[in-house]
């Protein structure tokens, strides 16, 4: 289904190898497929063309273009959630899951386009992975509309589905014909057990050909003598294959990273597959009888859904570019620009009280550390290495930086001397501070949240130096956004509300005493709190869950509460303008945005196709430096020729 390669996107890259190396390796083309930000790419089966899904204006459709990427063309009817198009054996027409207002459903559609046609009527969630029989006139597919995992099948002309195997209690999924049509390959389980089996669909007998519980199917051999799929039984996924009736099975990868995703060359001599050796995800090949793998990309970005071509001497794949870096931007609107390189991980951006540089956590030889630069870009410093460091804040005088840091078993607050380089621990040795840090604005007092061993957290402030300990807020369940007044008197807290089922904003004097509730958060979560420049109001979000999230304005007494924005996006406060004319936030999860406190008209400070994860406002709020990444990725095509020349 959509966008399965997720999970690796998420995984942290380390810079490339060196030039040597990926020099060696075949170049990368990037496929013109226009506007479009392809996924679940698919090449049809005469090579003739390719298939993807596409999200435009928000809707997903299914488009056809030719093998470079050329004129793509939408095919099917546009939905808002469209997913895993499917060759028919003629390559004349796809099959497609896609959401509707009772649920997902299957469709047909020929490449000319046109209606299509509806094959089920389940009206379910969960359903997708369709995949045409070797003759065409069946529909293999799975569907939670059961309550669990299940495949089915229907006909090619749509009617009532039936269930492959009705007597099994666990999940089927990942169901595969083989090439003659004759049995089905599949997953018996759930993420934490789960076995290879083979249906004989003439017979009904199933052969469960894997035992041990930690194996996943991935596909059958072009002859169906085999199967291959990903086994964890060394404690890394590593790639093996074994005989279609269980007798037989051989290790084709060993290693102490992860291989996974498996697919064969349609000659059956080779198989690609995603590994993370060497600290970075990318493609490699092993020859389906065993011997050397051999690397095809050596790039920052992850390459998923590999699919060869009908002439085993290509692959087409996505090629997700996840790497975070930081952007410069007037907070008057402008366009994003790039201050840290392309080819390292850095995020948690915080600017300085003089505007000149940012402090950030950057990934720099398998290790985040705390690295400082000028804002306009430029060679970065290190200020922390040799241990796990994150989430970097400025003193406001701009000497000090406190940073969270994990050198042992559990997080720790510390801070580094600008200037000196010379660091200390504040939270006391032991202690679990899982919560960053936060400066009173004066900047002789440090806040910072302590766990205890039975989950309840306490705030705590102390001076720079860990000296002067005083406790703020003692015993609740959870603790996050502690947030000093202008005039370092108070101190703003997002925690549970009394029924422990939402969230909600209170205040409490800095040396401790009675703590007053600002907002309820009984039917919603409030959060991410922000004080205007001379104290008098919070800007801060509610989040209802079933109408999206959006910012509000109260007094800091808690009443005048008033709604900011309304819209379907997700909409989260992260700072006032200078004047406490305007409220900045995060527009969903491309842009940000400005609107105004006494009109409610809005702008848009910049808008484009990076995720913002995180960003810093400069102290008089004419810049900003945001945290983004890639969203889209980008379909590409590495011929193999060359690398393959040699026989396996």
């Known amino acids: 289904m959509r966008m399965r390669h997720v999970g690796l996107a998420t995984a942290v890259l380390l810079p490339a190898c060196d030039g040597a190396q990926r020099s060696e390796l075949p170049r990368l083309v990037t496929l013109e497929t226009g506007q479009h930000a392809p996924d679940d790419p698919s090449i049809s089966p005469d090579g003739r063309f ?96 059961s309550g669990r995992i299940a495949l089915w099948i229907v006909p090619a002309e749509g009617s009532d589905p039936v269930e492959v195997l009705p007597g099994e209690t666990g999940n089927v999924f990942h169901g595969r014909w083989s090439p003659d049509g004759t049995r089905i390959a599949m997953n018996l389980g759930s993420e934490s057990g789960r076995v290879v089996a083979v249906l004989d669909l003439a017979g009904g007998a199933v052969t469960r050909v894997t035992h041990e519980g930690m194996e996943e199917f991935h596909e059958w051999s072009p002859d169906g003598s085999e199967l291959v799929y990903v086994s964890r039984r060394t404690g890394a996924e590593d790639i093996w294959v074994v005989t279609a009736d269980g007798r037989e099975r051989r290790q084709l990868t060993v290693d102490v990273r992860d291989d996974d995703d498996p697919v064969y060359s349609p000659d059956g001599r080779w198989i690609a597959y995603v590994s993370d050796r060497g600290g970075q995800h990318d493609l490699w090949v092993v020859p389906a009888a065993g011997g050397e793998a051999r690397r095809v990309t050596n790039d920052r970005a992850i390459g998923v859904n590999a699919r060869w071509s009908p002439e085993s001497d290509a692959l087409l794949f996505l090629n997700i570019e996840s790497v975070r870096r930081l952007y410069t931007v007037p907070t008057s ?14 995020e948690a951006p915080d600017i300085s009280p003089d505007g000149r540089s940012v402090v950030f956590s950057g990934r720099r030889d398998a290790q985040y550390g705390i690295y400082r630069m000028p ?102 369940p959870l603790l996050r956004s502690a947030r000093f007044s202008p005039d370092g008197r108070t101190v703003l807290v997002l925690r549970p509300t009394a029924d422990q089922d939402r969230f909600g904003l209170f205040r409490m004097p800095v040396t401790g005493g009675p703590v007053a509730a600002l907002t309820t958060g009984q039917r919603v979560h409030e959060f991410a709190p922000v004080w205007s420049s001379d104290g008098s109001r919070i800007a801060y979000t ?69 995720a913002v994860r995180d960003l810093s406002f400069s102290r008089d709020r004419s810049m900003l430096v945001v945290e983004a990444s890639p969203t889209a990725a980008s379909l590409v095509r590495v011929d193999l020729r060359d690398l393959l020349a040699r026989e396996p």
């Open 50 to 145: 390719i298939a993807f899904t596409a999200r435009v204006r928000g809707d997903d459709g299914v488009y056809v273009a030719d093998p470079d990427g050329r004129n793509a063309r939408l095919v099917s009817q546009l939905a808002l959630d469209v997913n895993d198009p499917s060759w028919s054996p003629d390559s004349r027409s796809l099959v497609y899951a896609a959401a509707g207002t009772t649920g997902e459903e299957l469709y047909r559609v020929t490449i000319e386009g046109g209606t299509p046609i509806q094959l089920t009527q389940l009206a379910a969630d969960g359903l997708g992975d369709p995949l045409f029989s070797p003759d065409g006139s069946r529909i293999l597919f799975e569907s939670e509309h």
């Open 333 to 346: 609107g402008g366009s994003l620009r790039p201050i840290t390189p392309d080819s390292v991980f850095s």
């Open 375 to 476: 804002i306009e870009g430029g060679e970065e410093h290190a200020l922390v290495t040799g241990s796990n460091s994150f989430q970097p804040s400025w003193s406001p005088d701009g000497s000090l930086v406190a940073f969270t840091s994990l050198r042992g078993p559990l997080p720790a607050t510390w801070v580094v001397s600008v200037e000196s380089g010379e660091e200390w621990q504040i939270t006391p040795e032991g202690a679990d501070a899982p919560g960053g840090s936060g400066w009173s604005p004066d900047g002789s007092r440090l806040g910072y949240g302590v766990r205890d061993p039975g989950g309840a957290m306490s705030l705590f402030t102390s001076s720079p130096r860990g000296e002067d300990v005083r406790l703020v807020l003692e015993g609740v």
């Open 542 to 610: 509610v989040d209802s869950e079933d109408a999206g999230a959006d910012v509000w304005i109260m007094n800091a007494d808690g009443t005048g509460k008033r709604r900011l924005t309304s819209s379907a996006e997700q909409e989260r406060a992260m700072a006032w303008a200078a004047e406490d004319s305007e409220v900045y936030y995060l527009n969903g999860l491309f842009g940000v945005s400005a609107v105004s406190v006494a009109t409610g008209a809005i702008r848009q400070v910049f808008d484009g196709d990076l």
